[in-house]
Structure formats: C-alpha cells, structure tokens
C-alpha cells in the first residue's frame, strides 16, 4: 500500500521521534504529554501552492522557510502556535476539513476492500458531516472531554468576520469588527480591558499575544502590550458590514422604502446573523462554548473565575471558552454515479477542479451540446467518470426557461465531451449544494443553466468600494475605542447579541441550497430551517466582493525526466546550435547571435524615431518582393506576404497605431522574413500583409504522436512599434465552442500562455530578448513545448508533479480531451474557410490526408487494434491514438465528429 499523503489544513497529531523527541523547540506541557497537535501548512507533494508568500525564494535554507524535501511537511502547532518541519512518519491525521457542498475524491489508500470500491478518479459532493471533538479550556488547559458532538458546542463569538446579516430586507457580510477583552497578566493583578478591531489583529480567549500579528506590540486606543496579557472574556461590540443586496421578492415601491442600512453598527441584537454553512465549521484551535446549561453539566464543565480587587472596585470574570485540540468527522458524500456512501474523514481528499474535470452530479444543470449547433438544457442524473458519459434528463421543450425536466422516461446517454457546465458559461460560477442563493417571485434575467449572480459588491465601483470599506473599518475602530474609553477600568461593554437564523422565521428570500432534484427543482433551507422547492429561474447567487471563482491551482512537486520536450527546446534555443531546414543543412545569415550585430539593437527604442520613406516599405512588402518568399518544394506556401490583412485579424482594428514604421523595426523585420523564408518547417504557414507589415497570421499543424496530430493552431500576431524590444501579441483562434481550453497554454478567450511572449514566468533563453530572439522561436515553441503528447503537464507546475496513478489518469482524460477537440478544429477549419489560408487548408486537407485522419479516427471510435491504420503512400501511420483506447463517451463524440466530415466536399 503506498503512503498516505498529507492535505493543507489536515489536522494532526505530531509523534515523537525514535530518539523519543518530538520536533518542537520549545518545552510545553503538550510536548512533556506527547500531546503536541497541529494543522498542515505545507506539503512537499504540493510546495508552490502551500508555500508562505515569504518563503517563496527559498531565503532561509535553513529555517522553517526552506525548500521541503520528498516526505517533508511543514506543520503549525497549537496552541503555542510554533511552525516546524516534520517528517511524514512523524505525523498521525487525526481528521480533514469539510463542510456541506465541500468537494472531494476517495484517498487511494483507502479506496479497497468492500464490495463496491468507488472508481477511479471519481469525484463527490459532502452532503453530511458528522464531527466530534476533543476540547481543552483555554485557560486551564483542561481537558473536558474526548469526542463530544458537534452540535453540543456552539462558536465562542456571536459575530465573525464573513457572516452573512440581515436587515430591513438587506442582505450583507462582515467586513470587521471590533473585539474588547479583558485580560490579566503574571506582572499587575487584576483584569486589564483591552480592544482592537480584528483587522489589526484579533483576539482568542487564553492567548497572551494577538492572533496574526505576532510583530505587533499594540494595544487598547493601541498603545503597547506590556504585561503579556492573557485573554479571559471577550466581547463583540462594534461591526462593519458591507451590504451586498436586497431582497428580490420586493416590488418596485417597496425596494424605494428599503435604503441601504449603515456600514456600522452597535446595536448587533437589530441585526440577524447567519452563517454561510448548515452547520459551523470548525478548526484546529477554534473556540467554542456549549451551546446551553444542560450541555455543560452532561460534561461537567466548570469555567475558570477571575476577579479584580482595585479603588474601582471589585470586577469578576469568567471563562467558558474552550479551544479545539482535535476532530473525528464522518463525511456522507454523494459521487458522481449517483451512489451515496458513508466515510471517516481522512480517508477522503480534499478536492480543486482538476483541469478539464466537470461538475456533474445528480441535479446540476447543463448545456446538452452538439457539433450542429442545436444545443439543449438538461439535469444530471448520474456520470460514469470511466466511460466520459452523463445520463440526463432534457428540459421540457415547452418550459424551457423555467429549467425543468420530465423524469418520466428515461435519461439520455451523453458524452461529457459534449456538455458545458455553468463553470465554462458566461455566469462563471455553479449552483451546487452549499450554495447561499436569493429567491424571487419573478423571472431572472438569465435562463437555466445560467444562474443570476447578486451581491458581487454593494459599490458601482468595486475599486471606490473598496476604499469605502476601509474608511467604514476606520470609523468603526474610532467608535469602539470611544465606546471602551466610557466603561470603567475591569469592565466590558454590554453584549449585545443578535438575532441567530433559528429565530428568523420570516426570511423567506434567502437560503443555502441542500438538494437538487433530476426533474431541475432546488431545494433550498430558509434561516428557521424549513425546506422549500423553487425552479432554477428564481435563484440567483449570493456572492461578496471577496469572493473568489473557483480555479485550478497549478503546484510545484518533485521534478519529473519522463517529458523531455523541454530539454529538446532548450537544445533548439541554444545560443552555439545554428539554425537549420527540416533537411538538416544550416541556414546563411540566420543565426540568433547575428541580431546583435545590428547597431540599432544595442538600447532601447527611440520614442517618435526616424521614419522610413515609401522606398524603404516597398522594398520589404511588394507583391514582387512576397512572391520570393514560398517554399518550392511544397505546394502549400509556407511563408506569404498578401496584399491585405483580412478584416477578422484579431489585432487589426484594435492594435492599429501607424502605417509607417522605423528603420529598426523594417530592418529587424527583413531579417525575421529571412529566417522564416528558409527555416520554416512545413507544419507552420505564416500569411504576412502588405498593407500591415506589424501583422502575422500563423497556422500551426499538430505534430504526430500527439493529441493535436493534423490539428490546425490558428494564431494571430500583432508587432507593436517597439518590436523587437518587446515580444509579439498573440490571440489564439479557439474553436471549442465554450467546451474548456484545447491546451492548458490555449485559453478559450485568446491567450497563448508561453515565456517568450512575457505572457508567463521564465528566464534565460526561455524569456524574449531582442538581441536574440525571433518569430520563429514563438512558432516552433507553441508547436513544441504547447502542443506535446502531455498537455496535461504544460498547466501551470504540473511538470513537477509525482507521477501518480491519479495524475497520470488526470493525464489520460486531459488528452482525450485534447484529441477531441483538436478534431472537432479539423471541421471548423474545413467547414468556415480562413480567411487568407483558404487555399491553403484545402491543399493541406487533400483528399489523401482527410483520408488518413478518418482512417485514424475510425479506428479510435471501433478500437481495433488489429486493423493496419495505412495511408494512401502504403507507410504505416504512427498516429497518437494508436496506443490510446478512448472512452465511451470520446467515441460517441468522435463519431458525430466523424459524421461531420464526411458531409464536407473538400475539393483542393
């Protein structure tokens, strides 16, 4: 059985060593114990996305902020919150993080035995966890009981940061708020009052120093701490709150009546809380209380007393918070079959989209696509991750903005590959359970699967926003320190607690979504708790200006030899290797190192310099001139200067600034033609204009052996007057229709993610250099190092990911993924002529060639091995899905795409 891997944010128990140490420098109580606990902060098989922001440059390689090592993790320790670096076989996992609409997949580990093991890759929504937790007082550090219920507890704070409150039919969130305490130190008897919004630092109960601003030395009205205070009773008095939107069930005079409420408030018992989860969520080191007297006694919890003796007076306090040492969680998931099943915590991963993965779980609402354009709203009714198919319920034809579908007969079979979920659709965000939605009596503006997003930000102008948050955070900071400079010295302002979400019996327009049904109704719980059914038409998302989309997050691991497409680009980019054609035979005149020969290219560009006259732009664009630049060997021109750039260029209407440009520029220029002219493999065509000489379009073919073989890479690029100081734009043509990115590198939108565009992170030779790079370094590195047999591993740090059996089946999909898509860019290159390359693709796409890649797509569909994959020059093909058995749902995408091309009459 291979090793069980640590997340970010496990809780766990740090073991002592064989030399009967553990790994913590200072001598506690818990260490004396053994009873040392943790959270995990960093992770070797994850190091760039674990690491803290200052140890990103690896300064301290001695420290806690070095580089891990394989098996390493770095772990915080509480409570004297201590960050160290510990071995795995040091660290038990006592338990992992999850809520309600939390997403995650079965730890391999863990995933045998039984009788139905879950698949492979198979991703699952929590729809239940069920916690029990160990609990110390935070004063005593006794230990009150082991595995008491969740729901016996209740968070030591009324108010927190990032709850949701209710007023006046406004709905907003907690941007701050401001905390007074007491405290007594070892140095002065007696109860010292303190305060400070949580911004600047909060405070926890029995902590002798602020939480997150352990540098800070500031105090009450922010003076210093000098007694090393510890904390006994706090007290929420002062919050600020951005509102983010109104109830949507108002009518038009009644929305007039409802003004915004302040930003500040004092009066907390005016306001509803509620929390953004069914149940609180807590962590390692959270505090609680006991939710009510008769829990309290069932534990036999006694609160800690403290009492002040001064000419004040006498002042009395007591503690009953308590702080979180451990947690058991048993998590109920729903998977992506539909199954429903029952596991401990830690035997379940934590789960971010992978890239390409989907949403789909029973009841999520999608786009039904097809290559012919007729798409259709449908509910999930379960998906077979192995096979890449859904069954889903279509929308009824005669209700199709409500988003609601007949279960009567049954789910159609679809390939994945020809759904679009809410993630890769304008609203961007999905509607699952979990989610805190608004409801309204009317129609939204978006029809289903789209869902209405509300309360992005409560500002016109997020930034001006912004500032006024901050503003209203300062105010708020004046008015609680007014309000504590009018108690007396030992006491604390009265608390004044507010409505909790049981007590709000009269909400109902918002609520947190805990079901969705196949037939497309949302279940959605109000505040008090009653359950109610509304259609997807009515719900719009509740979401705040700290919000942030779910993405994939590229990590950083060890360091992988299997792909070395990167050491053969290297090799290509070397300054000592010439340049040279498909045959081998170096090229005159064209070697990188010859750029610095120019002595205009030795500073920078000069602002407004020297023009060029008519002669000097005839002699690098005529039609005469253009016609030297073509490939004899090929009939397909490889390089070619047009007399126009065609009117659906990217850049030509947008980046147009001058007709005429510098000497430099047309020098530089000549010498790029030069080397395109001879170097140019003939998998990429290059169409140059006459009429725009700061313009390319290129049009890459997919190398065999990949998932993009025979694919066309239609890329536009546009030469600012500055060229070649800096690098050329690009806009990638994407042809996949809102079904995710062709490539990691190859965003839907345009982008082309590659170093020596500056449009991603790199060094050296990997970076533009005017002195040393060209044009046809870009081209060659897309097809080279975008284009692989891998893409999967071109994402952002997946390079250095352990090669896993979950990442090299996260691998698989991405490339069928690929493969799909770059044929689907086979018919729309076929089917909507380029505009300039119109020739081109038709002679490119002979009817030899179109054979050849129906021949290949064919045998992926029927996945005969057996069957010689031949081309009509008799030489066996070495195709990419020649090793690659595809899924279900791939052939069913690929036969309709096959079906298309065969419709078209492609005459050369």
């Not at 009450?220 to 002062?238: K, L, M, S």
């Not at 896993?804 to 996260?810: G, Q, Y």
């Amino acid at each position: 059985m291979s090793e069980k891997l640590l997340e970010p944010f496990d809780i766990v128990r740090v073991l002592k060593k064989k030399d009967g140490k553990n790994n913590s420098k200072r001598n506690t109580k818990e260490e004396d114990n053994g009873e040392l606990y943790g959270t995990v902060a960093r992770v070797w098989h994850h190091e760039f996305e674990t690491l803290p922001i200052e140890s990103l440059g690896f300064v301290d390689q001695t420290g806690v902020g070095r580089a891990l090592i394989k098996g390493e993790y770095g772990v915080e320790v509480f409570p004297i919150k201590e960050r160290i670096i510990v071995d795995g076989s040091c660290l038990e996992l006592l338990g992992r993080d999850f809520e309600f609409g939390d997403l995650c997949k079965m730890d391999a580990t863990s995933n045998i035995g039984g009788s139905s093991p879950i698949s492979e890759g198979m991703s699952g929504i929590v729809t239940n966890v069920e916690t029990e937790l160990e609990l110390r007082h935070v004063i005593t550090d006794e230990l009150v009981g082991k595995r008491i219920p969740a729901d016996k507890v209740r968070p030591a704070e009324y108010v927190s940061v990032g709850d949701i409150v209710l007023h006046n039919n406004w709905v907003g969130v907690v941007k701050d708020k401001f905390d007074e305490v007491l405290c007594e130190t070892d140095e002065v008897k007696g109860l010292i009052r303190y305060g400070t919004p949580s911004s600047v630092g909060g405070f926890k109960c029995g902590y002798t120093e602020r939480i997150g601003t352990e540098a800070s030395e500031s105090g009450p009205a922010f003076c210093r701490f000098r007694y090393n205070p510890r904390f006994v009773e706090a007290r929420q008095t002062t919050i600020c709150v951005d509102w983010l939107a109104k109830n949507g069930k108002l009518t038009l005079q009644q929305c007039a009546q409802s003004p915004m409420p302040k930003p500040i408030w004092t009066e907390l018992d005016e306001l509803i809380i509620l929390k953004t989860s069914l149940k609180p969520k807590y962590e390692l080191d959270s505090q609680v209380i006991f939710a009510s007297q008769s829990a309290a006694k069932e534990y036999n919890f006694q609160p800690s007393r403290h009492v002040q003796h001064s000419h004040l007076g006498t002042h009395k306090a007591q503690c009953n918070v308590m702080r979180v040492t451990a947690m058991y969680s048993m998590v109920t998931v729903m998977w992506q079959d539909g199954r429903t099943s029952k596991h401990p915590s830690i035997n379940l991963i934590p789960q971010i989209l992978d890239i390409g993965e989907m949403e789909l779980w029973k009841g999520c609402h999608v786009l039904y696509t097809s290559i012919d354009g007729k798409d259709r709203g449908a509910v999930v009714e379960s998906a077979n991750v192995a096979e890449r198919t859904a069954n889903l319920y279509l929308y009824n034809d005669d209700e199709q903005t409500k988003g609601k579908a007949s279960t009567e007969n049954d789910p159609i079979t679809a390939s994945t590959f020809e759904i679009k979920t809410t993630r890769s659709l304008a609203s961007g965000r999905t509607l699952r359970r979990g989610s805190v939605v608004m409801l309204t009596d009317s129609v939204q503006a978006y029809a289903p699967p789209l869902t209405n997003i509300i309360g992005i930000s409560s500002y016109a102008d997020e930034e001006w926003g912004r500032h006024l948050i901050e503003a209203s955070i300062g105010a708020m900071s004046s008015i609680g320190c007014e309000m504590m400079s009018k108690k007396k010295q030992g006491e604390l302002n009265v608390q004044k607690k507010p409505r909790t979400a049981s007590d709000a019996h009269e909400i109902d327009w918002l609520g947190i979504v805990v079901d969705m049904q196949p037939d497309g109704t949302i279940i959605v719980q109000l505040p008090a708790g009653r359950n109610i059914s509304v259609t997807m038409d009515k719900v719009s998302l509740l979401v705040s200006l700290t919000d942030d989309d779910d993405s994939d997050i590229g990590d950083l691991s060890d360091d992988d030899d299997d792909d070395d497409d990167d050491s053969i680009m290297m090799d290509f980019l070397d300054d000592n290797i010439p340049w040279t054609t498909e045959d081998g035979a170096a090229v005159e005149n064209a070697n990188a190192d010859e750029w610095e020969d120019d002595d205009q290219m030795d500073d920078e560009p000069e602002v407004g310099g020297k023009k060029t006259d008519a002669a000097d732009e005839e002699s690098l664009d005529t039609p005469e001139k253009a016609a030297d630049y073509r490939n004899n060997k090929s009939d397909v021109p490889i390089f070619e200067i047009l007399e126009q750039a065609p009117n659906d260029h990217f850049f030509k209407k947008s980046n147009f600034e001058s007709t005429s440009h510098s000497k430099m520029f047309l020098s530089h220029l000549r010498k790029e033609y030069q080397i395109l002219q001879s170097s140019l493999p003939d998998t990429i065509f290059v169409k140059a204009y006459e009429d725009r000489a700061d313009l390319l379009r290129v049009l890459i073919i997919g190398s065999k052996g990949t998932p993009y073989e025979d694919a066309p890479i239609l890329i536009d690029f546009y030469l600012k007057p500055s060229y070649p100081f800096e690098p050329p734009r690009a806009h990638f043509h994407s042809w996949t229709d809102g079904h995710g990115r062709l490539s990691p590198n190859l965003y839907e939108e345009g982008m082309v993610c590659l170093s020596l565009l500056n449009t991603w992170t790199g060094e050296g030779v990997e970076k533009w250099h005017p002195n040393k790079s060209t044009l046809l370094q870009v081209f060659i590195s897309i097809q080279a190092l975008v284009l692989v047999a891998e893409p999967y591993f071109t994402e952002a740090g997946f390079d250095l990911k352990e090669r896993t059996d979950e990442v090299n089946l996260s691998s698989r999909q991405y490339s069928e993924r690929a493969y799909i898509l770059a044929r689907r860019s086979i018919w729309h290159a076929l089917k909507f002529p380029i505009p300039g390359l119109e020739k081109d693709v038709k002679t490119i796409y002979n009817e030899s060639k179109l054979q050849e890649i129906k021949l290949n797509m064919q045998k992926s569909i029927t996945d005969d091995r057996l069957t010689k994959n031949v081309g009509a020059n008799g030489k066996q093909l070495a195709s990419w899905c020649d090793n690659v058995t595809l899924s279900k749902g791939g052939q069913i995408s690929l036969q309709k795409i096959l079906s298309e091309l065969e419709k078209l009459n492609v005459v050369s």
